[in-house]
């Protein structure tokens, strides 16, 4: 394996004793028992590039609006998008 860093792992320490004793020391008081139902995973993974054809831009929008797509869930920005199409498209035929 090619590592493009430059830290020698041959000299890091995988001292299973050490790692135990950092654990205990961690003090979870502070954080309420449901906590991780409500977390939200991070993979590290990139979201994936947008189509050419879209380009970011900034907009004020009232806070329920907001606040109603978000409600969605993910995805609430491609809904406002589409809503938004929907409205171009229908003006541009006339209707």
């Known amino acids: 394996m090619t590592h493009r860093g430059k830290t020698d792992f041959e000299l ?3 001292d299973a004793e050490l790692t135990r004793q950092e654990h205990d020391d961690v003090d ?3 954080i309420p ?3 991780l139902s409500h977390a939200h ?3 590290g993974i990139p ?3 947008s ?3 879209k380009r970011p831009v900034t907009i004020r929008l009232d806070s329920e609006v907001v606040d109603y797509f978000k409600g969605q869930g993910r995805g609430w920005q491609t809904q406002i998008n ?3 199409k929907a409205f171009v498209d229908r003006k541009q035929g006339g209707a």
């Open 47 to 49: 979201a994936p590039r």
């Open 33 to 35: 028992a449901d906590w």
């Open 12 to 14: 890091v320490d995988d």
């Open 82 to 84: 589409a809503i938004l």
């Open 41 to 43: 995973l991070e993979t």
């Open 28 to 30: 979870l008081s502070g």
């Open 51 to 53: 189509p050419v054809n």
